[in-house]
């Protein structure tokens, strides 16, 4: 499974974009958005992630 932003806790600061190897993520009207066919499930971004907005299954 990619890793998956929790939409509530999403700051929108844009670290885990920062910190993608894969460039997977964008803002999308202040939410980080991950691309599924892109993320190669690393889980960089659930580390990077100060707010814990990021999880992966
Ligand atoms: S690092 Fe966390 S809070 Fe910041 S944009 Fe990414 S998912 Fe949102
Ligand atoms: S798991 Fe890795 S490749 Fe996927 S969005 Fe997070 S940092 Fe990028």
Known sequence: MPAK???????GCG???EQ???ESIK???ELA???AE????????????AEEA???E
């Open 20 to 22: 993608c190897p894969e």
């Open 54 to 56: 990021i999880e992966m």
């Open 27 to 29: 803002l999308v009207d």
């Open 15 to 17: 670290e885990c974009i």
């Open 38 to 49: 892109t993320c190669t499930d690393c889980g960089i971004c659930v580390d990077a992630c």
């Open 5 to 11: 932003v929790i939409v509530e806790k999403c700051n």
């Open 33 to 35: 958005v991950i691309d």
